[in-house]
Structures are given as structure tokens and as C-alpha cells.
Nanobody, 122 residues
Framework: VQLQASGGGLVQAGGSLRLSCAASGRTFSNYRMGWFRQAPGKEREFVAMIIWTGGSTYYADSVKGRFTVSRDNAKNTVYLQMNSLTPEDTAVYYC????????????????WGQGTLVTVSS
């Protein structure tokens, strides 16, 4: 199983970025596809999650209304559209895949991508 995250970069506060996570190596039906982030000196935290089958989505309170997670079945890719970015969103963003029902913690995921850096300047 391979998860390849991309799309990070430098953006000014108020700007937008779209992250992509290309998944390969298995069928991800019924998997939870999560996005996490880790800022310098902080623990990795949950950002958003989509259930591959059905497309239900869940968000951390800190990003609700600004970030949108989606998936493209044909491309086996999950996206994280990030709008109204603030310097507090600066972090390395990781995509992950897992099958546990409670999918808001790092331990709930079995597969991880390599991370992509998002830097938001003020």
C-alpha cells in the first residue's frame, strides 16, 4: 500500500491550497481516509476524514468551514481543499488510511503517506 501526498507549498494568509493523496496497492472500499497535520514541536493532530464508501466527511473544529475533504474514485485520490488559511495552519500534512470506526486518532490508521509541508505566511 502506498499513499503519496502532494500539493503543499508557501501561501499567504487568506489564501488557498489543495492537497492530494494518491492511493495505490489495494482497494480502499470502507476505508477511512484521513488527513492529519503536525506543526513544529506539536503532536500530530486530526484534520479531516472521509469514508471512501459513501463519502461521509468529518472535520476538526479548527478547520470546519474552511477545509473540504473529497475523493475521486476513478483516480483513487483523496483531496484536501484548504481555504482561508492562517499561520496557525502551518504544518506538515499527512494522509492516512485505516479501517477502524473511531478514526480521529493517529493509532486508528494503518497506512501513512510521507507528508507535505504547508507554510502560511502572515
Amino acid at each position: 500500500v502506498q499513499l503519496q501526498a502532494s500539493g503543499g507549498g508557501l501561501v499567504q494568509a487568506g489564501g488557498s491550497l489543495r492537497l492530494s493523496c494518491a492511493a495505490s496497492g489495494r482497494t480502499f472500499s470502507n476505508y477511512r481516509m484521513g488527513w492529519f497535520r503536525q506543526a513544529p514541536g506539536k503532536e500530530r493532530e486530526f484534520v479531516a476524514m472521509i469514508i471512501w464508501t459513501g463519502g461521509s466527511t468529518y472535520y476538526a473544529d479548527s478547520v470546519k468551514g474552511r477545509f473540504t475533504v473529497s475523493r475521486d474514485n476513478a483516480k483513487n485520490t483523496v483531496y484536501l481543499q484548504m481555504n482561508s488559511l492562517t499561520p496557525e495552519d502551518t504544518a506538515v500534512y499527512y494522509c492516512a488510511a485505516g479501517r477502524r470506526s473511531y478514526a480521529y486518532t493517529v493509532s486508528a490508521y494503518d497506512y501513512w503517506g510521507q507528508g507535505t509541508l504547508v507554510t502560511v505566511s502572515s
